[in-house]
Structures are given as structure tokens and as C-alpha cells.
């Protein structure tokens, strides 16, 4: 979960970026963007593109020199179809909407480096296992969008662009935002513009058609001048985006010559005879494709070759950052309380996040590729920023690949169609998952080619993994350049290793010898058993033969004994994952959400412990992916990537995964592997699954952990639809807020105890605990605010909810910052409430007066036993005053203001003193230390007026207790 230090800072060079293109519901590029649209035209032209250096958003209006070829009717379809495309190509999928309502396409673009090539660097073989990210050369400047069609260096004129980039490099988004540009008027050298997605036509096979009725049909407004396509010559652009989803044949015995745009073909050919200039032979092309498909254009037809990089500036990726982040929320909250991120905490984690950039080797090199900054913002935006219903870490990880692999197949000559993300599981989850069974994130060049390698046998299975090494292997892996790591390999983000891993084994991908052997035995005689049995079934009647009943049975047992072993390999994968989940290295153990936090926005995450190996590893995130895989959501998506998980193994890994939590989520756990526990729960996004689970959790400890809207949704999803009551619900130091305690009301309506100590909660949060005491469900016994800012306003909403509320006995207002007028509202409100048992008000600077009124109130109170009056500012007249009042009040509250009662030591002496070391460092140590010599004297002078040897001993115990306490805070001992 961490980004670690694993690589060097990269070398960065002039030119843009742009995020990678998302893609939900097949919107975007990959199949139905070229199709009509349906629907009205767009009300306006949106907000003008921020521009930057290299962008051809600069441009300018089209011009007009020389004479516009569309007039009259003709000129209005263009306009049609432009607001048309305008109108298609500014929709975003939900992947993209989660950044907030005014993000969008046209808001700004940063544009990847595009960098020249030639074609004997491109053919050129690769003798070893190469994964470096290609950096532009310095000889050779970026190339803008409106530099594509330039002069060649020889002065030739330039028709066809072919632009081929890996998985991530932002193809996708390139091509969106050069139609966009189009349909703005910012590339005037082409009057007409006609996008196709390479992957529709080849969904429509062999059929004949010819280029006339695919423009027709896909964009309508076009029928009436089709006949001026050919003269419209290099103003004229033809997009062909993904080519290689088409299988191409340039010989003229697989494509004869056509040159009519009338004349029906199949759509391979028809692209062919645009790429040969034998159709339309004056068009302007430019075509998109992965590495592995640049051969399949002959590179007499190409008059220039670009290469996407990515992005290869800090301030780019800063700029994508600070664009993102700062969009408005989109109005979620948590728990449907409408918690907002302000203003002032986007700029910090853009700040925070920038400086990581400059430092952190490891993210700066990760978002080389756009498709990791838009991970990268999408992850911080599930951390910090208000939580979609329903969205997880896992349903983050997924969306991403769907954004990079939806419906990409790894090769399309291949009759196998094999999907290249389940390709991918294969592969690299092999090797994502070997390295989390060995706690490794280092890979040698072997072990990723064994991986790579492994069970390849045929040419045709060889293709494919060259195919996958050229454009896909990148996106996963990069070299180290650590010290003592050289020559090294590790994936660009940790976390998608353990990703990786968890889909490894969620697909039933790990298979031992035995249970591949197994499965094949197991199958062979499930086919044959019947007949097998029937015919034994018959010989054994007929002869004496006592053996063949016993085969008969011994026949049945095999798939029994197979099912078994499979199960045995689910308990041992869901018992390593647990024992993963509840993993103590970390000197300081942080919880996974705050050790991804610190990783991302280059905070220092936790400590290891002193005694383990510098190289030890902690996969907190493999369990949590793993049960986020088998949510219902993440399955449907897989298997739109092509990597179906069969509901049967979901299950049965989901029974093995709770009989080992069942087992072990009952032990008392650490405070932040307890929110660790509960965000795996979260994750999984199965109610009755977690309430099985955690049925037996009676104590909610997440003291000391920083609880941020995210881990209060986490908490209140998993457990507030549970049933069983809390004994006790221990949030102090937790950095709550008010609508964190909004958020986690159905959890806290099931609570006994309720600790909210030091938590800086001020009068605002008093309105939600008056909320609380007054609901009809409320349980709560025990409520501990001590050390928050309640002042007088809280106090008084608190007395509301005490007045309606019929379970509370024991109440805790120490350090709340009353004062006088706190106090004796108290004291003018305690009767109507008939339970209270306890109320301490230690420590709220209240003076003899205020003391008074309330220990009066409290000696005619029904129920209340006992009452907290120390470390006030109380005179020594007026502690006696209190103490007689406690002494003459028999069988009512009983007043605590010192360590003394009369002549002896006061039975709560401990409790006091232990309220003191508790929050000596939180205090005002002055006042603390003036408090505690008044005790001392309290002491002295009760122990000066005892003549009894063991009230004597005592009393000199608790004064050395208090001596103690005061050296440690620098005072007077002795």
C-alpha cells in the first residue's frame, strides 16, 4: 500500500499532458461514439479550453484563405454535425462525473507528449526484457496536435499520421479533445472531420458497405454532402481511433483495389483503400493504435509515426492535479449527512501532493502514465473528498482497469479472442501473487519471465506474449533503480500488485499440481461414472464377486476427495489472508486508509519495528481486495473485462474467508487493526455476511485513530445495521467533528458506553448528542466528553437531551470549559433529569458559588450518588464548605473536591490522580501543578491532624503519588 521508494526520478522534458480518457457504458471510444446521435443539440458552446503551450487549442478560428468548400445547406450539416459531436464527445462516463458536476472536457486539457519516430525504431526487435517508459529525445522537440499534418523534415507533404502509444498513454483522450478542437474551430485546416472507432467496424464482420453509407449511418447530417467529399482533399480528416481491433490486409490478393466511395466493400477493406490514398487519395488520416499493430499499416503508407509518452513534466502532472481536486464536490455525503471538503482542504492536498511529486520517486514515475494521475485523484478523492454510495477501494481499482481494458482484446487476429485483462490476471497476477506469498516487491528479470512464460508452448502462444510485452507489460511493471534493488523490477504502484494478487486467487487462477491432476481425474470419472456403476451394478448380481461394490463406492469417493482438496486450498488462502489482515509488523501500526493517505501525499508512514528486517513488507491491502472482489458490483464489472468469477467459488471462498474470521475476529484487536477489520467488511459490501461475522464484537475501540468522513462511512455502513448492542464505544483522540458524529449516530445509538474524550468538540457537536440522548432507541449509559470545548452553549443543549432522556446514569463534563455559568445551569436544570448516577465537572474553573449551587442541586437530586468538583477554582473555605455539605447530606451524592475526607485519604484518591496522568500533556501544566500543590497541602494538613498510624501511612502514600506527578511536571517536589 505504500509507493515506497522504489523509483528514480525521471528525466523530464518540454511538452503537455492529458488524463487518461475514461470510458463507463461504452460511452466514450470503444464502441459507440461514432454511431448518430439521438437527442437534442447542445444549448452553447462550453467554456473555452485553458490553453497551453503545445495544445492546438490555441489555433484561433478557422481560416478562410483558402475559400470555404462547404456553402449554403451544406456548410449548415457541417455546423450540425460539429454541435453533434460537440454534444457526444463532452459526455463523461460516471468514473469522471465523481470529480464534481462542473469537471469536465472542455474545462481543460493537458495533452501527453507526442514525439516523432521512424519506422526502423519502431520494427527494431528488443533482445532483452525492456519495461522503461520512453522519454522524448532531446534532439527531437514534441510534437502539438496542429503539428501532426506539417511538412515532413524533407518538405514533403504529410497525409497520414499514425499516433500508437501503450495501455494508459491517453490515446483515447487525444483523439476526444482533437475533435473537440475541431468542433470548436481550433483546427482550421481541416473543414470537415469524420471519427471512427475501429472496434464498431469490426464488430460489423465481413458485411459489405461502402464509405458513403458508413458516414451516413453514423452521422446523419452528413447524407447531403457526401458527394463533396472528394473534393474536399487534405481539409478532409479521417479519424480511425484503435486500430488494432482490425485485421488489415495491404495485399492486393486479400483487398482488390476500390476507389469509389459508392461502392459497397467489407469495412477492413474500405480502410485499406483509404490507407493506400487509392480512395480519396487527398484525405488527411490519422490513426490511433497500440504498438503491437504498427506492422499492420506498410510504412509506405504512413508519412509520419508519434509516439504518445505520456507525460514527462512535474508540472504537467501538477497541473492535471490541481485541475481534478478542485472541482466542486458533487454533493455526497456520508451517511447522507452532506459532508463537503472545503476550499481550503483541496489547495492543502494539492500542496501536499505537489511537494510528494518533486520528492517521491516513486508517484512521480507512476504518473508519468495519465491513467495512474487519474488513480492517483480518484484514490485521494475516495480518501479526503465526500464518498459516492457504494464506492470502495476495490470498485476504484476495477473501474480503472475498465477505463484502460473494457472490452480490448489481446490480440484480434488471434481466433482465441482472449481478453487482454484476463491476460493480464494470469500473468502478472501470477507474479503479484508470488510476490505476496514471498512479502517481495522486487522482481528479477527471470522471475518476471518465468511468470511471463510459464505454460507457453505453441508460436501462437508466443505471439501473444509478444504482443502483451509490447503493450501492456509497461503499464504494470517498471525497473528499479533503488540502491542495492538494481536490475530490478517492481509494479508502478504497490497497490495494484496487491490488486493483482487478490484477482489472481478470486479467479481459482493458483491451482497446485494436485488439484489440476485432480480436476482431471475428478472429471473423467463424474462422465463415466454412471455407466461405470450401472454396469458393475448388474456383474455383481449375476457373480459372486464382493470386490466390485467396493469399486463401486470407491468410484463415487473420487469427486468427494477432490472437492475436498479444493476446499483445503480455500482455507489456506482465506487463513494467510486473515493472518495478512491482522499483521502487527509496524512499530506504529496505522491503519491501511492512513498508510495509503501517507504514501500518496508523501507523509511518513508507520514505523517498522525496531527488531524486524529492513525489507519486510506489510500486504494490508490484499484481504481487502480480496473481499472486495467478491462483492456483487466488482463481479459484474470483471466480467466485462472479460474475467468472469463463477458465483459458486465466490461463495465458497466467501465460507472459507468467514469461518477464519469467525475465528480470529474474536480476539481483542489493536484500535487500528480493528478499523482494518471492519473496513475489509466494508469492502466485501455483504450486510448479512459482516453481522454473522461480527456478532460477537461487544467492544468498539478505535481510540487514537484519526477518523476521517471515509473511515466514520466505513465504520457506520458495517455495523450500523446490526442488532446486537455495544457494551462499550470507545472513540476519544479520534479528531471527530460533528458531522462525523452525524455519520456515525446508528452506531452510536447502539452503544452502552460512549467515550468521546479529546476530541475538540464544541457546541455544534452538543446538538448532535442532544439528537442522540433524545432518540427513541437510545441505549447509552455511560457518556464521556472530557477535554472538549463544550462552553456554556453545548451545556445547555446537553441539558435538553438529559431532560428527555431515560438511559443515561453516568456522565463525564471534566476539562469542558463550563465555568460558573455552566455549573449553575447545571444545578438549575439537574432535576429533570430522574437517572443520573454520576456527573463529573472537575476541572471547568468554577469557583465557590457555582460549586455550590450544583452540589445543593445535587444533594435533593433522586438518584445521582456521586459528584466530581476538583481541580476547580474552589477556596479552601469552600472545599470544606462542600465536604461538610457531602458529610450532612447522608444517603444523597457524595462531593469529590480533594484527596482528602476529614482526617483520611479519600476512597476516589486513585481516580483523581489517574484523571491527572492521563492528560498530563493535554493540561495547562501550570494550572495543573498549582492544583496539585493545594492537594498536597490538603494532605499535609489532614495528615498533621490524624494521630492514627494507619490513616498516617496512607496519607503519606498518596502525598508521594502527588510529589511524583508534580517532578514530572517541573515543580516542587518536596
Same mark, same amino acid.
Given at each position: 500500500?505504500?509507493w515506497g521508494?522504489r523509483l528514480?526520478?525521471?528525466?523530464?522534458g518540454?511538452?503537455?499532458?492529458?488524463g487518461l480518457q475514461?470510458? +463507463?457504458?461504452?460511452?466514450?471510444?470503444?464502441?459507440?461514439w461514432s454511431w448518430?446521435?439521438?437527442?437534442?443539440?447542445?444549448?452553447g458552446?462550453?467554456?473555452?479550453?485553458?490553453?497551453?503551450?503545445g495544445?492546438s487549442?490555441?489555433s484561433?478560428?478557422?481560416?478562410?484563405?483558402?475559400?470555404s468548400?462547404?456553402q449554403?445547406l451544406?456548410?449548415?450539416?457541417v455546423q450540425?454535425h460539429?454541435?453533434?459531436l460537440?454534444?457526444w464527445?463532452?459526455?463523461?462516463?460516471?468514473?469522471?462525473r465523481?470529480?464534481?458536476p462542473t469537471?469536465?472536457?472542455?474545462t481543460?486539457h493537458?495533452?501527453p507528449?507526442?514525439?516523432?519516430s521512424?519506422?526502423?525504431?519502431?520494427l527494431?526487435?528488443?533482445a532483452q526484457l525492456?519495461?522503461?517508459?520512453?522519454?522524448p529525445?532531446?534532439?527531437?522537440p514534441?510534437l502539438a496536435?496542429s503539428?501532426?499534418?506539417?511538412?515532413?523534415?524533407?518538405?514533403r507533404?504529410v497525409?497520414?499520421?499514425?499516433?500508437?502509444?501503450?495501455?494508459g498513454?491517453?490515446k483515447?483522450?487525444l483523439?476526444?479533445?482533437?475533435v473537440?478542437d475541431?468542433c470548436?474551430?481550433?483546427?482550421p485546416?481541416?473543414?470537415?472531420?469524420?471519427?471512427?472507432?475501429c472496434?464498431d467496424?469490426?464488430s460489423l464482420?465481413p458485411?459489405p458497405a461502402?464509405l458513403?453509407?458508413l458516414v451516413?449511418?453514423?452521422?446523419?447530417p452528413?447524407?447531403?454532402?457526401?458527394?463533396?467529399m472528394?473534393?474536399?482533399?487534405?481539409?478532409?480528416?479521417?479519424?480511425l481511433?484503435?486500430?488494432?481491433h482490425l485485421?488489415?490486409d495491404?495485399?492486393?490478393?486479400?483487398t482488390?483495389?476500390?476507389?469509389d466511395p459508392?461502392e459497397p466493400k467489407?469495412p477492413?477493406?474500405?480502410?485499406?483503400?483509404?490507407?493506400?490514398?487509392?480512395? *480519396?487519395?487527398?484525405?488527411?488520416?490519422?490513426v490511433t493504435?497500440?504498438p503491437s499493430?504498427?506492422?499492420?499499416?506498410?510504412?509506405?503508407?504512413?508519412?509520419?509515426?508519434?509516439e504518445i509518452?505520456g507525460f514527462?513534466?512535474?508540472?504537467l502532472?501538477k497541473l492535471?492535479?490541481?485541475?481534478?481536486l478542485?472541482?466542486?464536490?458533487c454533493?455526497y455525503?456520508?451517511g447522507?449527512?452532506g459532508?463537503?471538503i472545503?476550499p481550503?482542504?483541496?489547495? !492543502?492536498?494539492?500542496?501536499?501532493?505537489s511537494?510528494n511529486?518533486?520528492?517521491h520517486?516513486q508517484?512521480?514515475a507512476?504518473c508519468?502514465?495519465?491513467s495512474?494521475?487519474?488513480?492517483v485523484?480518484?484514490t485521494?478523492h475516495?480518501?479526503?473528498?465526500?464518498?459516492p454510495?457504494g464506492?470502495?477501494?476495490?470498485?476504484?481499482?476495477?473501474?480503472?482497469?475498465?477505463?484502460n481494458f473494457n472490452g480490448?482484446?489481446?490480440?484480434?487476429? +488471434?481466433?482465441?479472442?482472449?481478453s487482454?485483462?484476463?491476460?493480464?490476471?494470469?500473468t502478472m497476477?501470477?507474479?503479484?501473487y508470488?510476490g505476496?506469498?514471498s512479502?517481495?516487491?522486487y522482481f528479477?528479470?527471470?522471475?518476471v519471465?518465468s511468470? *511471463?512464460?510459464?505454460?507457453?508452448?505453441?508460436?501462437e502462444e508466443?505471439?501473444?506474449l509478444?504482443?502483451?510485452r509490447r503493450?501492456?507489460?509497461t503499464?504494470?511493471?517498471?525497473?528499479?533503480?533503488?540502491?542495492?534493488?538494481?536490475?530490478t523490477?517492481v509494479?508502478?504502484?504497490p497497490a495494484m500488485?496487491?490488486?493483482?494478487a487478490?484477482?489472481?486467487?478470486?479467479?481459482?487462477l493458483r491451482?497446485t499440481?494436485l488439484?489440476q491432476v485432480?480436476?482431471?481425474?475428478?472429471?473423467?470419472?463424474g462422465?463415466v461414472?454412471?455407466?461405470v456403476s450401472l454396469v458393475l451394478?448388474i456383474v455383481?448380481?449375476l457373480?459372486?464377486?464382493?470386490a466390485?461394490?467396493l469399486?463401486?463406492n470407491l468410484l463415487k469417493?473420487v469427486?468427494r476427495v477432490f472437492?475436498r482438496v479444493?476446499?483445503?486450498?480455500?482455507e489456506?488462502?482465506a487463513q494467510?489472508m486473515?493472518?495478512?489482515m491482522f499483521r502487527?509488523?509496524?512499530?506504529y501500526?496505522d491503519d491501511?486508509?492512513?498508510?495509503?493517505g501517507?504514501?500518496?501525499?508523501?507523509v511518513?508512514?508507520p514505523?517498522r519495528h525496531p527488531?524486524e528486517?529492513?525489507?519486510d513488507?506489510?500486504?494490508?491491502l490484499f484481504p481487502?481486495?480480496?473481499?472486495g472482489?467478491?462483492?456483487?458490483?466488482?463481479r459484474?464489472?470483471?466480467a466485462?473485462l472479460?474475467?468472469?468469477?463463477?458465483?459458486l467459488d465466490a461463495?465458497? !471462498?466467501?465460507?472459507?474467508?468467514?469461518?477464519?474470521l469467525?475465528?480470529?475476529?474474536r480476539q481483542v484487536?489493536?484500535?487500528s487493526e480493528?478499523?482494518?477489520?471492519l473496513?475489509f467488511?466494508?469492502e466485501?459490501?455483504n450486510?448479512?455476511?459482516s453481522?454473522?461475522?461480527?456478532?460477537?464484537?461487544?467492544?468498539?475501540?478505535l481510540a487514537?485513530?484519526r477518523m476521517?468522513?471515509?473511515?466514520?462511512?466505513v465504520?457506520?455502513a458495517?455495523?450500523?445495521?446490526?442488532r446486537?448492542?455495544?457494551?462499550e464505544?470507545?472513540?476519544?483522540s479520534?479528531?471527530?467533528?460533528?458531522?462525523?458524529l452525524?455519520? *456515525?449516530m446508528?452506531?452510536l445509538l447502539r452503544?452502552r458506553?460512549l467515550?468521546?474524550q479529546?476530541n475538540?468538540?464544541?457546541?455544534?457537536a452538543?446538538?448532535v448528542?442532544?439528537?442522540l440522548?433524545?432518540h427513541?432507541q437510545?441505549?447509552?449509559?455511560?457518556?464521556r466528553?472530557?477535554?472538549?470545548p463544550l462552553t456554556v452553549?453545548?451545556?445547555a443543549?446537553?441539558?435538553?437531551?438529559?431532560?428527555?432522556?431515560s438511559?443515561l446514569t453516568h456522565?463525564s463534563?471534566?476539562?469542558?470549559g463550563?465555568?460558573?455559568?455552566?455549573?449553575?445551569?447545571?444545578?438549575?436544570?439537574?432535576?429533570?433529569?430522574q437517572?443520573l448516577?454520576e456527573?463529573?465537572?472537575?476541572?471547568n474553573?468554577?469557583?465557590d458559588a457555582?460549586? *455550590?449551587?450544583?452540589?445543593?442541586?445535587?444533594?435533593?437530586h433522586?438518584?445521582l450518588?456521586?459528584?466530581?468538583?476538583?481541580f476547580?477554582?474552589?477556596s479552601s473555605e469552600?472545599?470544606q464548605t462542600?465536604?461538610?455539605l457531602?458529610d450532612?447530606?447522608?444517603g444523597?451524592?457524595r462531593?469529590?473536591v480533594?484527596l482528602t475526607?476529614?482526617?483520611?485519604?479519600?476512597e476516589y484518591?486513585s481516580?483523581?490522580l489517574?484523571?491527572v496522568?492521563r492528560?498530563?500533556?493535554?493540561?495547562?501544566?501550570?494550572?495543573?501543578?498549582r492544583?496539585?500543590?493545594?492537594?498536597?497541602r490538603?494532605?499535609?494538613?489532614s495528615?498533621?491532624?490524624?494521630?492514627n498510624?494507619w490513616?498516617?501511612?496512607q496519607?503519606?502514600?498518596v502525598?508521594g503519588?502527588?510529589?511524583?506527578?508534580l517532578e514530572?511536571?517541573?515543580g516542587a517536589?518536596?
Open positions: 500500500m505504500r521508494r528514480p526520478r525521471v528525466t523530464w518540454p511538452g503537455l499532458g492529458r475514461s470510458a +463507463d457504458e461504452r460511452i466514450p471510444f470503444l464502441i459507440h448518430p446521435l439521438k437527442g437534442g443539440l447542445p444549448r458552446l462550453p467554456r473555452a479550453f485553458v490553453r497551453h503551450r495544445s487549442a490555441g484561433g478560428p478557422p481560416s478562410r484563405r483558402h475559400g468548400l462547404f449554403g451544406s456548410a449548415s450539416a450540425h460539429r454541435q453533434n460537440a454534444e464527445f463532452t459526455r463523461l462516463p460516471r468514473e469522471e465523481q470529480f464534481g469537471f469536465a472536457l472542455d481543460v493537458v495533452d507528449v507526442i514525439r516523432e521512424t519506422p526502423d525504431e519502431l527494431r526487435p528488443s525492456t519495461l522503461g517508459h520512453q522519454h529525445l532531446a534532439g527531437l514534441p496536435l503539428q501532426l499534418f506539417d511538412p515532413d523534415a524533407c518538405g507533404r497525409q497520414t499520421v499514425v499516433l500508437y502509444g501503450t495501455v498513454t491517453g483515447s483522450t483523439v476526444r479533445k482533437m473537440l475541431w470548436y474551430g481550433r483546427l485546416a481541416f473543414e470537415l472531420l469524420i471519427p471512427f472507432s472496434e467496424l469490426s464482420g458485411a461502402s458513403c453509407q451516413a449511418q453514423r452521422y446523419t452528413l447524407k447531403e454532402i457526401l458527394p463533396l472528394a473534393a474536399a482533399g487534405s481539409r478532409l480528416l479521417f479519424v481511433h484503435g486500430l488494432e485485421n488489415l495491404f495485399r492486393l490478393a486479400g482488390g483495389l476500390c476507389s459508392k467489407a477492413a477493406a474500405i480502410m485499406v483503400n483509404l490507407l493506400r490514398k487509392y480512395m *480519396l487519395p487527398e484525405a488527411s488520416i490519422l493504435t497500440r499493430a504498427i506492422g499492420r499499416i506498410p510504412s509506405k503508407y504512413v508519412g509520419r509515426y508519434g509518452c514527462s513534466d512535474t508540472n502532472q492535471y492535479f490541481q485541475l481534478r478542485n472541482q466542486p464536490d454533493g455525503g456520508a447522507g449527512a459532508i463537503s472545503t481550503a482542504q483541496r489547495d !492543502n492536498l494539492v500542496e501536499m501532493l511537494r511529486l518533486e520528492g520517486h508517484i512521480a507512476a508519468f502514465l495519465p495512474y494521475c487519474w488513480l485523484c480518484a485521494l475516495f480518501l479526503h473528498a465526500p464518498t454510495p464506492q470502495t477501494l476495490t470498485s476504484i481499482y476495477t473501474s480503472f482497469l475498465r477505463l480490448e482484446m489481446l490480440d484480434s487476429t +488471434d481466433p482465441s479472442k482472449l487482454l485483462m484476463a491476460y493480464a490476471a494470469r497476477g501470477k507474479l503479484a508470488e505476496v506469498s512479502r517481495k516487491t528479477s528479470e527471470e522471475d519471465r511468470c *511471463l512464460e510459464a505454460g507457453v508452448k505453441t508460436e508466443f505471439q501473444l509478444h504482443v502483451f503493450d501492456a507489460l503499464f504494470f511493471l517498471a525497473p528499479c533503480v533503488e540502491p542495492g534493488h538494481r536490475g523490477f509494479f508502478i504502484v500488485q496487491e490488486y493483482l487478490a484477482l489472481y486467487i478470486v479467479l481459482g491451482k499440481t488439484q485432480g480436476k482431471e481425474v475428478a472429471e473423467l470419472v462422465r461414472g454412471e455407466d451394478g455383481a448380481k457373480l459372486p464377486l464382493r466390485l461394490p469399486l463401486l469417493v469427486p472437492g479444493v476446499g483445503k486450498s480455500r489456506a488462502v494467510a486473515v493472518l495478512e502487527e509488523e509496524d512499530y501500526n491501511v486508509l492512513d498508510q495509503m501517507a504514501s500518496i501525499l508523501g511518513e508512514g514505523r527488531d528486517p529492513p525489507d513488507e506489510v500486504f494490508e481487502m481486495f480480496m473481499g472482489l467478491l462483492s456483487a458490483h466488482n459484474a464489472v470483471l466485462q472479460g474475467c468472469p468469477i463463477k458465483t461463495v465458497e !471462498n466467501a465460507q472459507a474467508i468467514k469461518k477464519k469467525g475465528k480470529l475476529g484487536l489493536p484500535p480493528l478499523l482494518d477489520h473496513f467488511h466494508y466485501f459490501q450486510q448479512r455476511f453481522a454473522e461475522v461480527l456478532s460477537s464484537l461487544r467492544q468498539l475501540n487514537g485513530v476521517t468522513p471515509l473511515k466514520c462511512t465504520v457506520a458495517v455495523l450500523g445495521s446490526g446486537h448492542s455495544l457494551d464505544v470507545n472513540l476519544a479520534c479528531q471527530l467533528d460533528p458531522a462525523g452525524r455519520t *456515525l446508528p452506531v452503544a458506553k467515550g468521546l479529546l475538540s468538540l464544541g457546541p455544534e452538543c446538538g448528542l442532544r439528537d440522548l433524545l427513541d437510545c441505549q447509552i449509559t455511560t457518556l466528553l472530557s477535554n472538549n452553549a453545548g451545556a443543549l446537553l441539558v435538553e437531551g438529559l431532560a428527555g432522556n438511559s456522565l463534563l471534566l476539562h469542558t463550563l465555568g460558573d455559568e455552566g455549573l449553575k445551569l447545571l444545578a438549575a436544570q439537574l432535576d429533570r433529569n437517572q448516577q456527573l463529573n465537572v472537575a476541572y474553573g468554577a469557583g457555582a460549586a *455550590l449551587a450544583l452540589a445543593t442541586a445535587a444533594r435533593d433522586p438518584s450518588e456521586l459528584l466530581h468538583l476538583y476547580n477554582e474552589l469552600g472545599r462542600l465536604r461538610d457531602g450532612a447530606a447522608k444523597r451524592a462531593v469529590v480533594s475526607e476529614g482526617t483520611a485519604v479519600s484518591w481516580v483523581i489517574s484523571e496522568q492528560n498530563l500533556n493535554s493540561w495547562d501544566r501550570g494550572r495543573v501543578r492544583h496539585l500543590e493545594l492537594l498536597l490538603d494532605l499535609e494538613d495528615r498533621g491532624a490524624t494521630l498510624p490513616r498516617k501511612a496519607l503519606l502514600r502525598e503519588e502527588v510529589r511524583a506527578l514530572q511536571l517541573g517536589g518536596s
